[in-house]
């Protein structure tokens, strides 16, 4: 019988790629959470046999309960809402209701929680994107959870969404995430679900563990080269901007994200581009992903 894995955050970028992954396997039952079944991702997953809906809200415990009954195992991701000023406290609080709930669900053998090492706890700084979700995985620990917590770097895509690049003029673009020489680690959002699909097929060997995965580490400036190289013409480079200059972009969040750049610089945040291949060998590298968005990379630098 296929086992059930509930799936919070299906209709989002990191919960969709998990529940299009899971729904290709006929091993596995996908229950994707939303709070809007009407919502278009969420429309589109229900294209797959065997997905199904379920309303429940992390705010809510009684709904977290009937999505998690008889589920095998879980993929939970919170969300952090910059627009409220105590989203540190929001998403703890949903992410450990979450966390309770799976607790009292005796069936639930493995639970996949997206995680991030948080700079406050080790430099100071706020990156509230990150600060809930290391609470949450210490708090799931201390709970002696079935989970492996995964963490997961700054996706690809985000090239084509907040961290775009800019146009200097008709020919030259210019990227501004600030990182200086010093690689970052990156994955395609795609390799996330599968990755997730991969641990879930091997619950004994992952559970208890940490896996902190990567599909490439680069340099801006390398990321720059890879993109012009598939643009013809056009150039991209690296601005090298500064941690300071992100912080005051007109950019949704830019202090936690400029805080984070910085802690990335400067911590090692455990990132395993080779252990990541052992789970699932075709992780595109950055350079695999320019070749295969050849077309919106184009587009988006016209
Ligand atoms: N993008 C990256 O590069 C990256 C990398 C690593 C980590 N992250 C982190 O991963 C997290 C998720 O990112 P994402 O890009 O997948 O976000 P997203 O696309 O905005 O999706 C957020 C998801 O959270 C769900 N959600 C929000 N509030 C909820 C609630 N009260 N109860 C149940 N579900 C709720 C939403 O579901 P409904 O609205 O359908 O209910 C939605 O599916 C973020 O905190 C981000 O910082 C992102």
Not at 202 to 228: C, N, P, W, Y
Request: contains cysteine; hydrophobic residues 35%; proline residues 3%.
């Amino acid at each position: 019988m296929a086992k059930v894995i509930t799936v919070f955050g299906a209709s989002g970028n990191q919960g969709g790629s998990v529940a299009r992954a899971l729904a290709q396997d006929s091993q596995f039952k996908v229950r994707a959470v939303t709070r809007n079944p009407t919502n278009e991702n969420i429309k589109n997953l229900c294209g797959y046999g065997n997905v199904e809906v379920i309303r429940a809200d992390a705010n809510d415990r009684k709904s977290i309960e009937a999505a998690l009954q008889g589920a095998y195992g879980t993929f939970v991701v919170t969300a952090a809402d910059f627009n409220d000023r105590n989203s540190v406290k929001k998403e703890t609080d949903q992410g450990m209701t979450i966390a309770k709930a799976c607790k009292d669900h005796p069936t639930l053998k493995h639970i996949i929680f997206s995680t991030q090492l948080s700079p406050r706890e080790v430099l100071g700084q706020e990156a509230r994107q990150c600060d809930a979700k290391t609470e949450i995985d210490r708090n799931m620990r201390k709970m002696n959870l079935p989970m492996t917590a995964v963490e997961i770097p700054c996706n690809y895509e985000r090239l084509f969404e907040d961290l775009r690049p800019d146009q200097v003029d008709v020919d030259h673009f210019r990227l501004y995430i600030p990182m200086g020489q010093v690689p970052m680690d990156f994955i395609s959002r795609e390799d996330v679900g599968e990755v997730v699909r991969r641990i879930f097929t091997q619950t004994e060997k992952f559970v208890h563990k940490t896996l902190a995965i990567s599909g490439d580490k680069l340099t801006v400036k390398r990321m720059a080269e890879e993109m012009t190289s598939c643009l013809y013409g056009k150039q991209v480079f690296d601005r090298q901007m500064t941690y300071a200059e992100f912080r005051d972009l007109p950019i949704h969040g830019a202090r936690d994200l400029a805080n984070h750049f910085d802690f990335c610089a400067r911590v090692d945040q455990r990132f395993n581009v080779s252990a990541t291949k052992e789970v699932f060998p075709y992780v595109r590298t950055f350079s695999d992903w320019c070749r295969e968005k050849q077309n919106i990379l184009q587009r988006i630098c016209s």
